[in-house]
Each structure stands twice: as structure tokens, then as C-alpha cells.
T-cell receptor
Framework: GAVVSQHPSRVICKSGTSVKIECRSL??????MFWYRQFPKQSLMLMAT?????????EQGVEKDKFLINHASLTLSTLTVTSAHPEDSSFYIC??????????FGQGTRLTVV | GQNIDQPTEMTATEGAIVQINCTYQ??????LFWYQQHAGEAPTFLSY??LDGLEEKGRFSSFLSRSKGYSYLLLKELQMKDSASYLC??????????WGAGTKLIIKP
């Protein structure tokens, strides 16, 4: 089946630094990838939709200059959390799917900003 | 607005049956999904319904009624490992997944 690989699975960074999270589709071309954030005991919240070769579409309330998304190829999308602060600590997950099939998720990245 | 409702938490006994309900109001409908999510992990796909009726897959079954905007996930022969959150999600007219808040299922021996 289709596989989406996300890296790193865990990262601890200092406040003010930037962190890059990679999401790769391993056996299909992902023209669209979705980036989610999940706080403890809460549901998945869509942050942005990443489209290959064009600018990402951000959900209301998500700062595009803070959460930089790059989708330069059909198999790779990256999310960079810039100038991270402790309140950015969360579980970040990417997903993609082939048209009208189920979403395949990356393993998730647990970000802790200290 | 778009809305998906499911109970926050349910408790059931090992070996028993539990039904988790989900109601939705979305702009368009292109399928309803159930996912299982263990704490700290990504969701894993359980089932997909796009037509009315029951889909059975082993111990798990999922039902859909589009006219009622209603679905349920039925788990039989509950095992301790079934303790997790169960997420209901609907693909809207733009094929974007709209997520419910999830139902935390607690299995007791």
C-alpha cells in the first residue's frame, strides 16, 4: 500500500531556532499534502494544504511566515517552524492520498521547544 | 459551517461490543472515514463508507446513512489493545478531510 514517511519523529529545539520536518510519499506521486497539528487530547487541526509547484494554502489563524511549507517535488513536502517558541510544541502530522481514497499519514513529529 | 460530532469518551468491557456514533454536517460529501489513533501516534485507517449500508472488516464494522448524516463504528470482541481514540472524518466537496474531535475508548478487563 501507499506509504508516507515523515522525519524526524521527535525533535527538541531551543526557543528561537527553526525546525524542518520532511514528509515523503514513497510509492505514489502526491500532488497535494496536508499538514496537521494536534495538541494533547485534541483532534487533528489542518494547518495548511501543500500543492506541488505552487504556494501552500493556509487555514485561518495559521501564520504562513512562521510555518513555511515547500512542496518542490511530487514526493517531498517540508514544513519549517521558524523562530520556534514553547507554544509551538505539538504533534505535527502530514498526510496525502490518491484522489478519492483514504488519507495516508506520516508517522508524526513530536516537537518540543524548550 | 462544517461540523462533525462524536462522543468524547466511552468505556467498554473486554470481550464486549461497542458502537461509536458520528453525525456530520458538511458542504458536500465524498466519503466517510474512521481512523484509530493511539496516543502519540499517527492515525491508522480503519474503514471507508461512501454508499449507505454496512461495511464489515473483521471485528470492525462501519455503517453509513447519508440521508441522516450519520455513521457508526462497531467494534466486536473488544481487546485491551483497542483502547485508543477513534476519529470520524468526512471528505467534503473539495475532497478535504473534516475531522471529528475523536472518541476516547477505554477498555476495562
Amino acid at each position: 500500500g501507499a506509504v508516507v514517511s515523515q522525519h524526524p519523529s521527535r525533535v527538541i529545539c531551543k526557543s528561537g531556532t527553526s525546525v524542518k520536518i520532511e514528509c515523503r510519499s514513497l510509492d505514489f506521486q502526491a500532488t497535494t499534502m496536508f499538514w496537521y497539528r494536534q495538541f494533547p487530547k485534541q483532534s487533528l487541526m489542518l494547518m495548511a494544504t501543500s500543492n506541488e509547484g505552487s504556494k501552500a494554502t493556509y487555514e485561518q489563524g495559521v501564520e504562513k511566515d512562521k510555518f513555511l511549507i515547500n512542496h518542490a517535488s511530487l514526493t517531498l513536502s517540508t514544513l519549517t517552524v521558524t523562530s520556534a517558541h514553547p507554544e509551538d510544541s505539538s504533534f505535527y502530522i502530514c498526510s496525502s492520498s490518491r484522489s478519492n481514497t483514504e488519507a495516508f499519514f506520516g508517522q508524526g513529529t513530536r516537537l518540543t521547544v524548550v | 459551517g462544517q461540523n462533525i460530532d462524536q462522543p468524547t469518551e466511552m468505556t467498554a468491557t473486554e470481550g464486549a461490543i461497542v458502537q461509536i456514533n458520528c453525525t456530520y454536517q458538511t458542504s458536500g460529501f465524498n466519503g466517510l472515514f474512521w481512523y484509530q489513533q493511539h496516543a502519540g501516534e499517527a492515525p491508522t485507517f480503519l474503514s471507508y463508507n461512501v454508499l449507505d449500508g454496512l461495511e464489515e472488516k473483521g471485528r470492525f464494522s462501519s455503517f453509513l446513512s447519508r440521508s441522516k448524516g450519520y455513521s457508526y463504528l462497531l467494534l466486536k470482541e473488544l481487546q485491551m489493545k483497542d483502547s485508543a481514540s477513534y476519529l470520524c472524518a468526512v471528505k467534503d466537496s473539495n475532497y478535504q478531510l473534516i475531522w471529528g474531535a475523536g472518541t476516547k475508548l477505554i477498555i476495562k478487563p
